[in-house]
T-cell receptor, first 118, second 113 residues
């Protein structure tokens, strides 16, 4: 079974600064996707960024980028120019595309609470 | 805007009194998921539908059931809620099975008295 680990229960950043959230995962599969989801206090889960395992290029979405290290099974999220609205719980998630019992099911990490200080 | 809608946003029920939570989507997605999320924890998948094909997670209690009468709607039925079932229930959809992006609704917070 796949596992996802977020080793930082809480992180904080000053507004306009950069912060990196860590995520590691364990899998024996080669075909999978990785996601970062954001869950603000309003609780709606929102997709931040997605990475396909077979793509070496790191995904980028505006101020959000990832550092995907497939061999190390590491998938960190960098938030540049942090804004107050970035404050939320961030979940790293793995989704298998390889068939089998885990096919299409999201496995979440424990989450990291990000606080943004003005 | 296309979206995932959950009703009600807050639901209070009594211990042992059946309750139904509703999810609808205008995305025309084939797959619908139900997650349970307890405070400060990651969401836990309860089951999902791929079209009309129901897939139950092995550790989902029998107390939880689901119905999907059509593409747009999916219901979560809790037959006899216990205090431990108090949680946020999240509905999500995706275009197909596989590692597709899942789109989440706002959730229903269930309180059991």
């Amino acid at each position: 079974a796949q596992t996802v680990t977020q080793s930082q229960p809480e992180m904080s950043v000053q507004e306009a600064e950069t912060v990196t959230l860590s995520c590691t995962y364990d899998t024996s599969e080669s075909d999978y996707y990785l996601f970062w989801y954001k869950q603000p206090p309003s609780r709606q889960m929102i997709l931040v960024i997605r990475q396909e395992a077979y793509k070496q290029q790191n995904a980028t979405e505006n101020r959000f980028s990832v550092n995907f290290q497939k061999a190390a099974k590491s998938f960190s999220l960098k938030i540049s120019d942090s804004q107050l609205g970035d404050a939320a719980m961030y979940f790293c998630a793995y989704n298998s595309n390889a068939g089998g019992t885990s096919y299409g099911k999201l496995t979440f990490g424990q989450g990291t609470i990000l606080t943004v200080h003005p | 805007d296309a979206m995932v809608i959950q009703n009600p946003r807050y639901q209070v029920t009594q211990f042992g009194k059946p309750v139904t939570l509703s999810c609808s989507q205008t995305l025309n997605h084939n797959v619908m998921y139900w997650y349970q999320q307890k405070s400060s924890q990651a969401p836990k998948l309860l089951f999902h539908y791929y079209d009309k094909d129901f897939n139950n997670e092995a550790d989902t209690p029998d107390n939880f059931q689901s119905r999907r009468p059509n593409t747009s709607f999916c219901f979560l039925d809790i037959r006899s809620p216990g205090l431990g079932d108090a949680a946020m229930y999240l509905c999500a959809t995706s275009t197909r099975q596989g590692a597709e992006t899942q789109y989440f609704g706002p959730g229903t917070r269930l309180l059991v008295l």
